[in-house]
Protein backbone atom coordinates (compact mmCIF):
# COMPACT_ATOMS: atom_id res chain seq x y z
CA UNK A 1 0.00 0.00 0.00
CA UNK A 2 3.25 2.32 -0.21
CA UNK A 3 1.76 3.53 -3.19
CA UNK A 4 -1.80 4.28 -2.08
CA UNK A 5 -2.80 7.90 -2.30
CA UNK A 6 -5.45 9.09 0.89
CA UNK A 7 -8.03 11.25 0.41
CA UNK A 8 -9.99 11.41 3.07
CA UNK A 9 -11.63 15.49 2.30
CA UNK A 10 -13.11 13.52 -0.85
CA UNK A 11 -15.30 12.05 1.18
CA UNK A 12 -17.32 15.51 2.33
CA UNK A 13 -18.07 16.31 -1.31
CA UNK A 14 -21.20 16.09 -3.19
CA UNK A 15 -22.18 13.73 -4.42
CA UNK A 16 -20.10 11.30 -2.33
CA UNK A 17 -21.69 12.41 1.51
CA UNK A 18 -24.72 12.18 -0.23
CA UNK A 19 -24.41 8.54 -1.44
CA UNK A 20 -23.17 7.86 1.91
CA UNK A 21 -26.04 9.45 3.40
CA UNK A 22 -28.46 7.93 1.17
CA UNK A 23 -26.39 3.85 1.95
CA UNK A 24 -27.26 4.37 5.70
CA UNK A 25 -30.46 5.09 5.19
CA UNK A 26 -30.73 1.76 3.23
CA UNK A 27 -29.10 -0.24 5.62
CA UNK A 28 -31.12 0.85 8.35
CA UNK A 29 -34.27 0.75 6.36
CA UNK A 30 -33.66 -2.24 5.48
CA UNK A 31 -32.98 -3.90 9.15
CA UNK A 32 -35.73 -2.37 10.48
CA UNK A 33 -38.46 -3.33 8.13
CA UNK A 34 -36.77 -6.81 8.17
CA UNK A 35 -36.88 -7.36 11.94
CA UNK A 36 -40.60 -5.64 11.63
CA UNK A 37 -41.38 -9.31 9.67
CA UNK A 38 -38.58 -11.07 11.81
CA UNK A 39 -39.73 -10.80 14.92
CA UNK A 40 -43.08 -11.60 15.23
CA UNK A 41 -43.04 -14.17 12.12
CA UNK A 42 -40.48 -15.69 14.48
CA UNK A 43 -42.29 -15.54 17.39
CA UNK A 44 -45.44 -17.31 15.99
CA UNK A 45 -42.76 -20.11 14.67
CA UNK A 46 -40.88 -20.43 18.38
CA UNK A 47 -44.49 -21.09 19.95
CA UNK A 48 -45.76 -23.33 17.17
CA UNK A 49 -42.47 -24.78 18.01
CA UNK A 50 -43.26 -25.28 21.75
CA UNK A 51 -47.05 -26.60 21.40
CA UNK A 52 -49.11 -29.47 21.89
CA UNK A 53 -50.59 -29.66 19.05
CA UNK A 54 -47.57 -31.86 16.66
CA UNK A 55 -49.13 -30.35 13.15
CA UNK A 56 -47.77 -26.65 14.68
CA UNK A 57 -44.68 -28.55 15.78
CA UNK A 58 -43.80 -30.14 12.17
CA UNK A 59 -44.46 -26.89 10.58
CA UNK A 60 -42.16 -24.46 12.76
CA UNK A 61 -39.57 -27.13 12.44
CA UNK A 62 -39.81 -27.08 8.91
CA UNK A 63 -39.43 -23.76 8.44
CA UNK A 64 -36.61 -23.23 10.56
CA UNK A 65 -35.18 -26.08 8.67
CA UNK A 66 -35.28 -24.78 5.72
CA UNK A 67 -34.16 -21.13 6.25
CA UNK A 68 -31.49 -21.39 9.09
CA UNK A 69 -29.98 -24.50 6.56
CA UNK A 70 -29.66 -22.22 3.17
CA UNK A 71 -27.11 -19.51 2.89
CA UNK A 72 -28.76 -16.30 3.28
CA UNK A 73 -26.42 -15.09 -0.33
CA UNK A 74 -28.24 -18.13 -1.98
CA UNK A 75 -31.81 -17.38 -0.48
CA UNK A 76 -31.61 -13.79 -1.80
CA UNK A 77 -30.68 -14.81 -5.20
CA UNK A 78 -33.52 -17.35 -4.87
CA UNK A 79 -36.12 -14.89 -4.11
CA UNK A 80 -35.39 -12.38 -6.78
CA UNK A 81 -34.20 -14.37 -9.64
CA UNK A 82 -35.89 -17.79 -9.02
CA UNK A 83 -39.53 -17.54 -7.41
CA UNK A 84 -40.81 -14.53 -9.80
CA UNK A 85 -40.10 -17.62 -12.86
CA UNK A 86 -42.24 -19.95 -10.88
CA UNK A 87 -44.95 -17.55 -9.80
CA UNK A 88 -47.98 -17.71 -12.59
CA UNK A 89 -47.29 -15.45 -15.42
CA UNK A 90 -48.60 -12.55 -14.65
CA UNK A 91 -47.94 -12.36 -11.16
CA UNK A 92 -43.93 -13.13 -12.13
CA UNK A 93 -44.54 -10.11 -14.55
CA UNK A 94 -45.47 -7.69 -11.77
CA UNK A 95 -42.85 -8.69 -9.35
CA UNK A 96 -40.23 -8.38 -12.37
CA UNK A 97 -41.60 -5.06 -13.73
CA UNK A 98 -44.30 -3.36 -11.92
CA UNK A 99 -43.27 -3.98 -8.28
CA UNK A 100 -42.14 -0.93 -6.83
CA UNK A 101 -38.85 -0.87 -5.50
CA UNK A 102 -38.06 -4.58 -6.75
CA UNK A 103 -34.20 -5.06 -5.17
CA UNK A 104 -35.19 -3.54 -2.12
CA UNK A 105 -38.89 -5.60 -1.22
CA UNK A 106 -36.87 -8.82 -2.26
CA UNK A 107 -33.93 -8.34 0.43
CA UNK A 108 -36.78 -7.15 2.83
CA UNK A 109 -38.24 -10.46 2.58
CA UNK A 110 -35.67 -12.58 2.30
CA UNK A 111 -33.89 -11.07 5.26
CA UNK A 112 -36.64 -10.87 8.05
CA UNK A 113 -37.78 -14.49 6.76
CA UNK A 114 -34.16 -16.06 7.48
CA UNK A 115 -34.02 -14.23 10.63
CA UNK A 116 -37.40 -15.14 11.89
CA UNK A 117 -36.42 -18.71 11.61
CA UNK A 118 -33.65 -17.49 13.84
CA UNK A 119 -35.46 -15.51 16.37
CA UNK A 120 -37.83 -18.77 16.16
CA UNK A 121 -35.13 -20.46 17.79
CA UNK A 122 -34.69 -18.15 20.57
CA UNK A 123 -38.20 -17.76 21.39
CA UNK A 124 -38.86 -21.90 21.59
CA UNK A 125 -35.11 -22.17 23.61
CA UNK A 126 -37.08 -19.62 25.65
CA UNK A 127 -39.79 -21.06 26.26
CA UNK A 128 -38.35 -24.34 26.61
CA UNK A 129 -35.75 -22.96 29.67
CA UNK A 130 -39.12 -22.69 32.00
CA UNK A 131 -39.55 -25.55 34.26
CA UNK A 132 -42.49 -27.84 32.51
CA UNK A 133 -44.18 -27.66 35.75
CA UNK A 134 -44.79 -24.10 35.38
CA UNK A 135 -47.15 -25.38 32.48
CA UNK A 136 -48.80 -27.63 33.98
CA UNK A 137 -49.61 -25.55 37.10
CA UNK A 138 -51.06 -23.51 35.11
CA UNK A 139 -52.92 -25.61 33.22
CA UNK A 140 -54.15 -27.27 36.40
CA UNK A 141 -55.16 -23.96 37.54
CA UNK A 142 -57.89 -23.83 34.52
CA UNK A 143 -56.09 -21.50 32.49
CA UNK A 144 -56.64 -22.58 29.01
CA UNK A 145 -53.12 -23.31 26.85
CA UNK A 146 -53.67 -19.30 25.20
CA UNK A 147 -54.10 -18.20 28.38
CA UNK A 148 -50.80 -20.54 30.06
CA UNK A 149 -48.79 -18.64 27.09
CA UNK A 150 -50.01 -15.38 27.50
CA UNK A 151 -49.53 -14.86 30.87
CA UNK A 152 -47.14 -17.54 32.09
CA UNK A 153 -44.65 -18.85 29.62
CA UNK A 154 -43.96 -15.61 27.50
CA UNK A 155 -43.56 -13.10 29.58
CA UNK A 156 -40.14 -14.93 31.52
CA UNK A 157 -39.28 -16.31 28.21
CA UNK A 158 -38.90 -13.02 25.69
CA UNK A 159 -36.86 -11.65 29.35
CA UNK A 160 -34.83 -14.78 29.18
CA UNK A 161 -33.66 -14.47 25.60
CA UNK A 162 -33.08 -10.43 24.92
CA UNK A 163 -29.25 -11.37 24.88
CA UNK A 164 -29.19 -13.44 21.94
CA UNK A 165 -31.89 -11.38 20.12
CA UNK A 166 -29.87 -8.42 20.54
CA UNK A 167 -27.38 -11.18 18.54
CA UNK A 168 -30.04 -11.43 15.67
CA UNK A 169 -31.15 -8.00 15.80
CA UNK A 170 -27.07 -6.73 14.78
CA UNK A 171 -27.00 -9.37 12.56
CA UNK A 172 -29.70 -7.75 10.69
CA UNK A 173 -28.05 -4.73 10.32
CA UNK A 174 -24.60 -6.38 8.99
CA UNK A 175 -26.56 -9.12 7.13
CA UNK A 176 -28.23 -6.39 5.02
CA UNK A 177 -24.80 -5.85 3.62
CA UNK A 178 -26.03 -9.00 1.05
CA UNK A 179 -28.88 -7.13 -0.69
CA UNK A 180 -26.37 -5.25 -2.85
CA UNK A 181 -25.80 -8.73 -4.55
CA UNK A 182 -29.47 -8.10 -5.79
CA UNK A 183 -28.66 -4.62 -6.88
CA UNK A 184 -29.79 -2.37 -3.53
CA UNK A 185 -27.32 0.56 -3.11
CA UNK A 186 -27.12 0.22 0.43
CA UNK A 187 -24.26 1.17 2.84
CA UNK A 188 -21.61 -1.54 1.35
CA UNK A 189 -22.74 -1.11 -1.72
CA UNK A 190 -22.58 3.08 -1.39
CA UNK A 191 -19.12 2.64 -0.59
CA UNK A 192 -17.77 0.38 -2.99
CA UNK A 193 -19.28 2.91 -5.65
CA UNK A 194 -17.17 5.90 -4.51
CA UNK A 195 -14.56 3.42 -4.37
CA UNK A 196 -15.12 3.33 -8.44
CA UNK A 197 -16.31 6.77 -8.73
CA UNK A 198 -13.01 8.27 -6.63
CA UNK A 199 -10.61 5.06 -6.15
CA UNK A 200 -10.74 6.04 -2.13
CA UNK A 201 -11.40 2.78 -1.58
CA UNK A 202 -9.74 2.19 2.33
CA UNK A 203 -11.32 5.71 2.96
CA UNK A 204 -15.12 4.77 1.34
CA UNK A 205 -15.18 1.21 3.45
CA UNK A 206 -13.22 3.09 6.41
CA UNK A 207 -16.55 4.98 6.84
CA UNK A 208 -18.99 2.50 6.37
CA UNK A 209 -17.22 0.26 9.11
CA UNK A 210 -17.41 3.31 11.55
CA UNK A 211 -21.27 3.64 10.57
CA UNK A 212 -21.89 -0.32 11.12
CA UNK A 213 -20.51 0.01 14.67
CA UNK A 214 -22.20 3.15 15.46
CA UNK A 215 -25.67 1.49 14.42
CA UNK A 216 -25.16 -1.64 16.00
CA UNK A 217 -23.11 -0.22 19.07
CA UNK A 218 -26.56 2.00 19.41
CA UNK A 219 -28.41 -0.53 19.65
CA UNK A 220 -26.51 -2.61 22.05
CA UNK A 221 -27.14 0.07 24.16
CA UNK A 222 -30.72 0.26 24.11
CA UNK A 223 -31.55 -3.41 23.95
CA UNK A 224 -29.21 -3.16 27.53
CA UNK A 225 -31.83 -0.74 28.20
CA UNK A 226 -34.77 -2.66 27.41
CA UNK A 227 -33.05 -5.46 29.37
CA UNK A 228 -32.75 -3.91 32.89
CA UNK A 229 -36.42 -2.30 32.72
CA UNK A 230 -38.01 -5.37 31.90
CA UNK A 231 -35.90 -8.05 34.59
CA UNK A 232 -37.24 -9.56 36.97
CA UNK A 233 -36.17 -9.69 40.50
CA UNK A 234 -35.27 -13.86 41.23
CA UNK A 235 -35.49 -15.04 37.35
CA UNK A 236 -32.62 -16.32 35.46
CA UNK A 237 -33.08 -12.82 33.25
CA UNK A 238 -29.79 -11.65 34.61
CA UNK A 239 -28.37 -11.40 31.03
CA UNK A 240 -24.71 -10.73 29.83
CA UNK A 241 -22.67 -8.32 31.32
CA UNK B 1 -19.71 2.26 24.33
CA UNK B 2 -16.36 2.63 25.12
CA UNK B 3 -15.77 -1.04 24.61
CA UNK B 4 -17.00 -0.66 20.72
CA UNK B 5 -14.64 2.55 20.07
CA UNK B 6 -11.67 0.99 21.39
CA UNK B 7 -12.54 -2.22 18.72
CA UNK B 8 -13.06 0.90 16.21
CA UNK B 9 -9.48 2.12 17.26
CA UNK B 10 -7.95 -1.36 17.44
CA UNK B 11 -9.09 -1.97 14.04
CA UNK B 12 -8.60 0.96 12.24
CA UNK B 13 -4.48 0.62 13.89
CA UNK B 14 -4.50 -3.07 12.67
CA UNK B 15 -5.31 -1.91 9.33
CA UNK B 16 -2.62 0.96 9.54
CA UNK B 17 -0.23 -1.88 10.28
CA UNK B 18 -1.20 -4.16 7.99
CA UNK B 19 -0.62 -1.15 5.06
CA UNK B 20 2.79 -0.47 6.28
CA UNK B 21 3.55 -4.39 6.37
CA UNK B 22 2.88 -4.20 2.79
CA UNK B 23 4.94 -1.50 1.80
CA UNK B 24 7.94 -2.85 2.35
CA UNK B 25 6.91 -6.06 -0.03
CA UNK B 26 8.39 -3.64 -2.26
CA UNK B 27 8.31 -3.36 -6.36
CA UNK B 28 6.65 -6.01 -9.10
CA UNK B 29 9.79 -6.72 -10.90
CA UNK B 30 11.37 -7.68 -7.35
CA UNK B 31 8.46 -9.68 -6.34
CA UNK B 32 8.60 -11.36 -9.52
CA UNK B 33 12.21 -12.47 -9.12
CA UNK B 34 11.98 -13.28 -5.38
CA UNK B 35 9.05 -15.83 -5.85
CA UNK B 36 9.36 -16.52 -9.45
CA UNK B 37 5.96 -16.00 -9.47
CA UNK B 38 3.74 -13.53 -11.76
CA UNK B 39 0.04 -13.26 -10.23
CA UNK B 40 -2.19 -12.71 -12.64
CA UNK B 41 -5.92 -10.86 -12.33
CA UNK B 42 -9.17 -11.75 -14.36
CA UNK B 43 -12.65 -11.84 -15.40
CA UNK B 44 -14.77 -14.64 -14.99
CA UNK B 45 -16.98 -13.27 -18.12
CA UNK B 46 -15.25 -10.57 -20.18
CA UNK B 47 -15.75 -12.24 -23.24
CA UNK B 48 -13.74 -12.99 -25.02
CA UNK B 49 -10.51 -11.13 -23.34
CA UNK B 50 -11.10 -12.39 -20.47
CA UNK B 51 -13.07 -15.10 -18.95
CA UNK B 52 -13.42 -18.54 -17.83
CA UNK B 53 -13.27 -21.67 -20.56
CA UNK B 54 -15.04 -24.59 -20.15
CA UNK B 55 -11.95 -26.01 -18.00
CA UNK B 56 -12.75 -23.43 -15.80
CA UNK B 57 -9.35 -21.96 -16.52
CA UNK B 58 -8.48 -18.17 -17.08
CA UNK B 59 -8.20 -17.54 -21.24
CA UNK B 60 -8.86 -14.56 -23.35
CA UNK B 61 -7.20 -12.15 -25.75
CA UNK B 62 -5.96 -10.17 -22.54
CA UNK B 63 -4.69 -13.04 -20.83
CA UNK B 64 -2.53 -14.55 -23.54
CA UNK B 65 -0.87 -10.95 -24.14
CA UNK B 66 -0.38 -11.31 -20.60
CA UNK B 67 1.69 -14.57 -20.99
CA UNK B 68 3.76 -13.42 -23.36
CA UNK B 69 4.95 -10.81 -20.73
CA UNK B 70 5.36 -13.33 -17.93
CA UNK B 71 7.71 -15.23 -20.71
CA UNK B 72 9.49 -11.73 -21.32
CA UNK B 73 10.12 -11.19 -17.46
CA UNK B 74 11.18 -14.86 -16.95
CA UNK B 75 13.46 -13.32 -19.60
CA UNK B 76 14.17 -10.31 -17.97
CA UNK B 77 15.10 -11.87 -14.49
CA UNK B 78 17.16 -14.62 -15.93
CA UNK B 79 14.90 -17.17 -14.19
CA UNK B 80 15.29 -20.79 -14.50
CA UNK B 81 11.02 -20.99 -14.48
CA UNK B 82 8.05 -18.99 -13.74
CA UNK B 83 4.57 -19.81 -11.92
CA UNK B 84 1.81 -17.92 -13.19
CA UNK B 85 -0.95 -17.84 -10.85
CA UNK B 86 -4.68 -16.59 -11.68
CA UNK B 87 -6.62 -14.63 -8.97
CA UNK B 88 -10.39 -13.93 -10.00
CA UNK B 89 -11.70 -10.85 -9.58
CA UNK B 90 -14.79 -8.07 -10.10
CA UNK B 91 -14.55 -4.61 -11.05
CA UNK B 92 -15.07 -3.66 -7.70
CA UNK B 93 -12.07 -5.88 -6.19
CA UNK B 94 -10.02 -4.99 -9.08
CA UNK B 95 -7.78 -1.85 -7.62
CA UNK B 96 -7.45 -3.09 -4.16
CA UNK B 97 -6.24 -5.98 -4.92
CA UNK B 98 -3.79 -4.35 -7.06
CA UNK B 99 -2.52 -1.56 -4.80
CA UNK B 100 -2.73 -4.01 -1.83
CA UNK B 101 -0.25 -6.47 -3.83
CA UNK B 102 -2.39 -9.35 -4.15
CA UNK B 103 -1.89 -9.35 -7.97
CA UNK B 104 1.09 -8.40 -10.31
CA UNK B 105 -1.23 -6.92 -13.37
CA UNK B 106 -5.20 -7.30 -14.07
CA UNK B 107 -5.25 -8.83 -17.49
CA UNK B 108 -9.26 -8.27 -18.58
CA UNK B 109 -11.32 -5.39 -19.96
CA UNK B 110 -10.53 -2.47 -18.08
CA UNK B 111 -10.77 1.30 -19.37
CA UNK B 112 -7.67 3.24 -19.15
CA UNK B 113 -8.81 6.78 -17.47
CA UNK B 114 -6.91 9.61 -16.04
CA UNK B 115 -9.04 9.13 -12.48
CA UNK B 116 -8.01 5.57 -12.97
CA UNK B 117 -4.34 6.86 -13.16
CA UNK B 118 -3.92 8.73 -9.34
CA UNK B 119 -4.17 5.04 -7.93
CA UNK B 120 -2.86 2.58 -10.44
CA UNK B 121 -0.85 2.60 -14.08
CA UNK B 122 -1.63 1.14 -17.13
CA UNK B 123 -0.10 -0.61 -19.89
CA UNK B 124 -0.46 0.40 -23.53
CA UNK B 125 -3.41 0.75 -24.96
CA UNK B 126 -4.27 -3.04 -26.40
CA UNK B 127 -8.26 -2.81 -27.27
CA UNK B 128 -10.60 -0.14 -28.52
CA UNK B 129 -14.33 -0.05 -27.58
CA UNK B 130 -17.00 1.94 -26.56
CA UNK B 131 -20.00 1.88 -24.28
CA UNK B 132 -23.46 0.52 -26.63
CA UNK B 133 -26.51 -0.97 -25.50
CA UNK B 134 -27.49 -5.17 -25.23
CA UNK B 135 -31.74 -5.23 -25.98
CA UNK B 136 -33.56 -7.95 -27.21
CA UNK B 137 -34.22 -7.75 -31.30
CA UNK B 138 -38.26 -7.67 -30.31
CA UNK B 139 -37.66 -4.33 -27.75
CA UNK B 140 -37.34 -1.45 -30.51
CA UNK B 141 -34.50 0.04 -28.77
CA UNK B 142 -32.11 1.08 -31.01
CA UNK B 143 -30.34 3.63 -29.23
CA UNK B 144 -30.32 5.26 -25.55
CA UNK B 145 -32.74 8.01 -26.16
CA UNK B 146 -35.61 5.25 -26.51
CA UNK B 147 -35.27 3.65 -23.06
CA UNK B 148 -37.99 5.99 -21.99
CA UNK B 149 -39.79 4.30 -18.98
CA UNK B 150 -37.72 1.18 -19.80
CA UNK B 151 -35.23 -0.44 -17.05
CA UNK B 152 -31.53 0.11 -18.04
CA UNK B 153 -28.54 -2.52 -16.01
CA UNK B 154 -25.13 -1.64 -15.31
CA UNK B 155 -22.09 -3.28 -13.50
CA UNK B 156 -21.71 -1.19 -10.53
CA UNK B 157 -18.41 0.85 -10.62
CA UNK B 158 -17.38 0.99 -14.58
CA UNK B 159 -16.78 3.21 -17.07
CA UNK B 160 -20.03 2.56 -18.89
CA UNK B 161 -22.24 2.95 -15.79
CA UNK B 162 -20.65 6.85 -15.45
CA UNK B 163 -21.30 7.45 -19.14
CA UNK B 164 -25.04 6.04 -19.16
CA UNK B 165 -25.47 8.14 -16.22
CA UNK B 166 -24.18 11.46 -17.66
CA UNK B 167 -26.59 10.66 -21.04
CA UNK B 168 -29.58 9.90 -19.33
CA UNK B 169 -28.82 13.48 -17.51
CA UNK B 170 -27.97 15.47 -20.32
CA UNK B 171 -30.48 14.19 -22.53
CA UNK B 172 -33.20 14.14 -20.08
CA UNK B 173 -34.29 10.91 -20.48
CA UNK B 174 -36.62 9.58 -18.11
CA UNK B 175 -35.65 5.78 -17.59
CA UNK B 176 -37.96 3.81 -15.52
CA UNK B 177 -36.47 4.45 -11.70
CA UNK B 178 -32.65 4.31 -11.61
CA UNK B 179 -30.29 2.48 -13.33
CA UNK B 180 -30.02 -1.06 -11.82
CA UNK B 181 -26.75 -1.66 -10.35
CA UNK B 182 -25.18 -5.40 -10.60
CA UNK B 183 -21.93 -7.24 -9.68
CA UNK B 184 -20.87 -8.45 -12.93
CA UNK B 185 -21.61 -9.25 -16.50
CA UNK B 186 -23.82 -12.89 -15.84
CA UNK B 187 -26.23 -11.25 -13.57
CA UNK B 188 -27.03 -8.39 -15.69
CA UNK B 189 -27.44 -10.79 -18.43
CA UNK B 190 -29.78 -12.44 -16.06
CA UNK B 191 -31.66 -9.53 -15.85
CA UNK B 192 -32.44 -8.98 -19.04
CA UNK B 193 -33.27 -12.90 -20.10
CA UNK B 194 -35.78 -12.79 -16.94
CA UNK B 195 -37.34 -9.38 -18.62
CA UNK B 196 -36.57 -7.58 -15.23
CA UNK B 197 -34.47 -4.75 -17.39
CA UNK B 198 -34.74 -3.92 -21.21
CA UNK B 199 -31.12 -2.74 -21.76
CA UNK B 200 -27.83 -3.69 -20.71
CA UNK B 201 -24.81 -1.13 -21.21
CA UNK B 202 -21.45 -1.76 -21.76
CA UNK B 203 -18.54 -1.75 -23.55
CA UNK B 204 -19.60 -3.03 -26.77
CA UNK B 205 -17.32 -6.14 -27.07
CA UNK B 206 -18.38 -7.81 -23.89
CA UNK B 207 -22.27 -7.32 -25.11
CA UNK B 208 -21.37 -8.87 -28.42
CA UNK B 209 -19.12 -11.51 -26.19
CA UNK B 210 -22.13 -11.98 -24.02
CA UNK B 211 -24.54 -12.35 -26.96
CA UNK B 212 -22.60 -15.34 -28.65
CA UNK B 213 -22.19 -17.12 -25.63
CA UNK B 214 -26.25 -16.55 -24.60
CA UNK B 215 -28.23 -19.78 -25.27
CA UNK B 216 -29.86 -18.02 -28.16
CA UNK B 217 -27.44 -15.40 -29.71
CA UNK B 218 -30.57 -14.46 -32.24
CA UNK B 219 -32.79 -13.27 -29.30
CA UNK B 220 -30.29 -10.54 -28.90
CA UNK B 221 -29.01 -7.05 -30.89
CA UNK B 222 -26.13 -5.03 -30.09
CA UNK B 223 -27.49 -1.18 -30.39
CA UNK B 224 -26.52 2.28 -30.30
CA UNK B 225 -23.78 4.85 -31.57
CA UNK B 226 -21.20 4.79 -28.80
CA UNK B 227 -21.51 6.74 -26.35
CA UNK B 228 -18.24 6.50 -24.73
CA UNK B 229 -14.62 6.09 -25.38
CA UNK B 230 -12.74 2.81 -23.56
CA UNK B 231 -9.55 2.15 -24.37
CA UNK B 232 -8.61 -1.01 -22.73
CA UNK B 233 -5.05 -1.75 -21.04
CA UNK B 234 -3.93 -3.93 -18.19
CA UNK B 235 -3.65 -2.42 -15.30
CA UNK B 236 -0.53 -2.58 -13.38
CA UNK B 237 0.87 -1.01 -9.97
CA UNK B 238 1.79 2.45 -9.54
CA UNK B 239 5.98 3.54 -9.43
CA UNK B 240 6.61 0.22 -11.32
CA UNK B 241 8.69 1.92 -14.38
CA UNK B 242 10.98 -1.26 -14.58
CA UNK B 243 7.62 -3.29 -15.46
CA UNK B 244 6.36 -0.86 -16.98
CA UNK B 245 8.39 -0.87 -19.82
CA UNK B 246 8.65 -4.58 -20.00
CA UNK B 247 4.91 -4.93 -20.61
CA UNK B 248 4.86 -2.14 -22.89
CA UNK B 249 8.26 -3.56 -24.52
CA UNK B 250 6.37 -7.21 -25.06
CA UNK B 251 3.47 -5.58 -27.15
CA UNK B 252 5.66 -3.72 -29.07
CA UNK B 253 7.09 -7.25 -29.67
CA UNK B 254 4.04 -8.69 -30.79
CA UNK B 255 2.86 -6.02 -32.55
CA UNK B 256 6.18 -5.73 -34.72
CA UNK B 257 6.49 -9.74 -35.14
CA UNK B 258 2.78 -9.83 -35.97
CA UNK B 259 1.72 -12.06 -33.23
CA UNK B 260 -0.26 -9.39 -32.06
CA UNK B 261 -2.37 -9.83 -34.77
CA UNK B 262 -2.43 -13.68 -34.80
CA UNK B 263 -4.27 -13.32 -30.73
CA UNK B 264 -6.40 -11.18 -32.04
CA UNK B 265 -7.38 -13.33 -34.92
CA UNK B 266 -7.84 -16.48 -32.46
CA UNK B 267 -10.03 -14.58 -30.16
CA UNK B 268 -12.07 -12.43 -32.26
CA UNK B 269 -12.17 -13.87 -35.91
CA UNK B 270 -14.38 -15.50 -35.20
CA UNK B 271 -13.00 -16.81 -31.80
CA UNK B 272 -13.72 -19.42 -29.84
CA UNK B 273 -16.68 -17.86 -28.55
CA UNK B 274 -17.98 -17.21 -32.87
CA UNK B 275 -18.26 -13.39 -31.94
CA UNK B 276 -17.22 -12.42 -35.41
CA UNK B 277 -15.35 -8.70 -34.26
CA UNK B 278 -12.92 -8.22 -36.97
CA UNK B 279 -9.72 -5.77 -36.38
CA UNK B 280 -10.64 -2.01 -36.93
CA UNK B 281 -8.90 0.14 -38.79
CA UNK B 282 -8.64 2.38 -35.50
CA UNK B 283 -7.36 -0.63 -33.86
CA UNK B 284 -4.78 -1.15 -36.43
CA UNK B 285 -3.49 2.16 -36.35
CA UNK B 286 -3.62 2.32 -32.55
CA UNK B 287 -0.97 -0.63 -33.20
CA UNK B 288 1.15 1.29 -35.31
CA UNK B 289 1.29 3.99 -33.30
CA UNK B 290 2.26 2.07 -29.80
CA UNK B 291 4.81 -0.04 -31.51
CA UNK B 292 7.53 2.48 -30.02
CA UNK B 293 11.40 2.48 -32.58
CA UNK B 294 14.07 1.05 -30.42
Redesign the interface.
Given at each position: MGSYNWNWPILLKEPYFGWIVSGFGKTILIAVFAWAIAFPLGSAIGIARTADNRALRLAGTVYVDIFRNIPLLVQMFLWYFVVPELLPADWGRWVKRDMPYPQFITAVACLGLYTASRVGEQVRSGIEAIPRGQRDAGLAMGLTPTQVYRYVLIPVAYRTIIPPLTSDFLGVFKNSSLALTIGVLELTSQARQIEEYTFAAFEAFTVATVLYCLVTGLVIVIMRIVESRTRIAGTIAVGAQ | ?KR?LG??VA??VL?ALS??A???DGLVMKRIAETKTITIGHRDASVPLSYLGPDGKAQGYSIDICLKIADAAKEELKLDKIEVKFVPLT??TR??LL???TVDIICESSTHTL??L??ISFLNTTFLTGSKLLVRKTSGIKKIEDMTDK?LVAV???TNE?AAQVEIDTKKIKIKGEI????DHSQAM?NLE???ADAYVSDDVVLYGLKSASKNPDEWEVVGPYFSYDPYGMMI???NDDFRLLGNKTITRLIQSGEMEAIYKKWFEPGPTKINYPLSDRLKENFQLIALPD
Amino acid sequence: MGSYNWNWPILLKEPYFGWIVSGFGKTILIAVFAWAIAFPLGSAIGIARTADNRALRLAGTVYVDIFRNIPLLVQMFLWYFVVPELLPADWGRWVKRDMPYPQFITAVACLGLYTASRVGEQVRSGIEAIPRGQRDAGLAMGLTPTQVYRYVLIPVAYRTIIPPLTSDFLGVFKNSSLALTIGVLELTSQARQIEEYTFAAFEAFTVATVLYCLVTGLVIVIMRIVESRTRIAGTIAVGAQ
Amino acid sequence: MKRILGTVVAVTVLAALSGAATAQDGLVMKRIAETKTITIGHRDASVPLSYLGPDGKAQGYSIDICLKIADAAKEELKLDKIEVKFVPLTPQTRIPLLTAGTVDIICESSTHTLGRLRQISFLNTTFLTGSKLLVRKTSGIKKIEDMTDKVLVAVLGTTNEKAAQVEIDTKKIKIKGEIVKVKDHSQAMLNLEQERADAYVSDDVVLYGLKSASKNPDEWEVVGPYFSYDPYGMMIPRNNDDFRLLGNKTITRLIQSGEMEAIYKKWFEPGPTKINYPLSDRLKENFQLIALPD
